[in-house]
């Protein structure tokens, strides 16, 4: 059975950056099934996509967030990771990591499974 | 980016009654759509996908339904570990975009 788990520093400073790993276990993070998406939630709040990788290292963000996210893939330890620049209050959240599959062969896929999350505080 | 908005916010039922969640799309997305439940101090659970399959594993008694701009989930008869919140999510382009939640709580 799949299974991912996020791992990283429950608290960052403003202006610093946040790193978040997810490993994968169960399956193969290479296969050409999925991309491996980050998800977060601020506290009471909704969803917002973050981004998604392939295992090739190809990369879909979301605009918002572009310009101080990187979602990197290291096939050899199954894992990958997250790091969002510049942090500020507004970046506290719980951040889940997913499986992203490809639908007809497109990202119009959904996230499932997810990891437990891990929650993120920024703050001095 | 598309926004997706659900309706109600929030929702009173009893555990036996039907209930109908909506969500509305500002553009057409086709059936790109799907569904989440989520528990507190949890992570989202997939329900369903493409407007309208299944999850596998997923009661029966979950149902989704749509296409274009206007979607619904239905529970068909409350059980006491469906109150949760539940979001849509489209996957028809990016930037990826969920709904705000509905919570569903006990009357």
């Known amino acids: 059975q799949l299974q991912l788990q996020e791992s990283g520093p429950g608290l960052v400073k403003p202006s610093e950056t946040l790193s978040l790993t997810c490993t994968v276990s169960?399956?193969?993070?290479?296969?050409?099934?999925?991309?491996w998406g980050w998800i977060r939630q601020p506290p009471g709040r909704g969803l917002e996509w973050i981004g998604s990788i392939y295992y090739s290292g190809s990369t879909y963000y979301n605009p918002s967030l572009e310009s101080r996210v990187t979602i990197s893939v290291d096939t050899s330890k199954n894992q990958f990771s997250l790091k969002l620049s510049s942090v500020t209050a507004a970046d506290t959240a719980v951040y889940y990591c997913a499986r992203h599959p490809l639908w007809r062969g497109l990202l119009r896929g959904w996230f499932d499974p997810w990891g437990q999350g891990t929650l993120v505080t920024v703050s001095s | 980016d598309i926004q997706m908005t659900q309706s109600p916010s929030s929702l009173s039922a009893s555990v036996g009654d039907r209930v109908t969640i909506t969500c509305r799309a500002s553009?057409?997305?086709?059936?790109?759509l799907n569904w989440y439940q989520q528990k507190p101090g949890k992570a989202p659970k997939f329900l369903i996908y493409?407007?309208?399959s299944l999850q596998t594993g997923v009661p029966s008694r979950f149902s989704g339904s749509g296409s274009g701009t206007d979607f619904t989930l239905t529970i068909s008869s409350l059980q006491p570990e469906d109150f949760a919140s539940y979001y849509c999510?489209?996957?028809?382009?990016?930037?990826?975009?969920f709904g705000q939640g509905t919570r569903l709580e006990t009357k």
């Open positions: 553009q057409s997305i086709s059936s790109y």
């Open positions: 999510q489209q996957s028809y382009i990016t930037p990826i975009t």
């Open positions: 493409a407007a309208s």
């Open positions: 169960g399956g193969s993070i290479s296969s050409s099934a999925y991309y």
